[in-house]
């Protein structure tokens, strides 16, 4: 069955940055919104990034606007999280979803939005 995959993740330091990526081995994403998510230790999966299938429209979490930033080249087939001047905080497991919809409200960070999903890409700031 088709799936997606992220990679990217890694080790950097407070201050530093990664860019991930989600590629899906046996479809297209040009129909799909994407979404962005991660999980800390001992915490839920917590939505930081959606964005519309075409690219024009985006949709951040509190916690990463003005850091992160989504975008996708559908010729590539491949949608990114720059993720810029990170913390401690940012540290979990991210995860790339694709939705039949956009939201730009609170529906488009919410799990059941989404229906198929990548197995992460582990992301740990520290010094």
């Known amino acids: 069955q088709s799936h997606l995959v992220e990679s990217g993740g890694g080790l950097v330091q407070p201050g530093g940055s990664l860019r991930l990526s989600c590629t899906a081995s046996?479809?297209?994403?040009?129909?799909?919104?994407i979404g962005w998510f991660r999980q800390a230790p001992g915490k839920e999966r917590e939505g930081i990034a959606c964005?519309?299938?075409?690219?024009?429209?985006?949709n951040y979490a509190a916690s990463v606007k003005g850091r992160f930033t989504i975008s996708r080249d559908n010729a590539k087939n491949t949608v990114y999280l720059q993720m810029n001047s990170l913390e401690p905080e940012d540290t979990g497991v991210y995860y790339c979803?694709?939705?039949?919809?956009?939201?730009?409200?609170?529906?488009?960070?919410?799990?059941?939005?989404?229906?198929?999903w990548g197995q992460g890409t582990q992301v740990t700031v520290s010094s």
């Open positions: 964005i519309s299938s075409g690219g024009g429209k985006t």
């Open positions: 046996r479809f297209t994403l040009d129909v799909y919104a």
């Open positions: 979803a694709t939705g039949v919809t956009f939201y730009s409200g609170p529906e488009g960070l919410e799990e059941a939005t989404y229906n198929y």
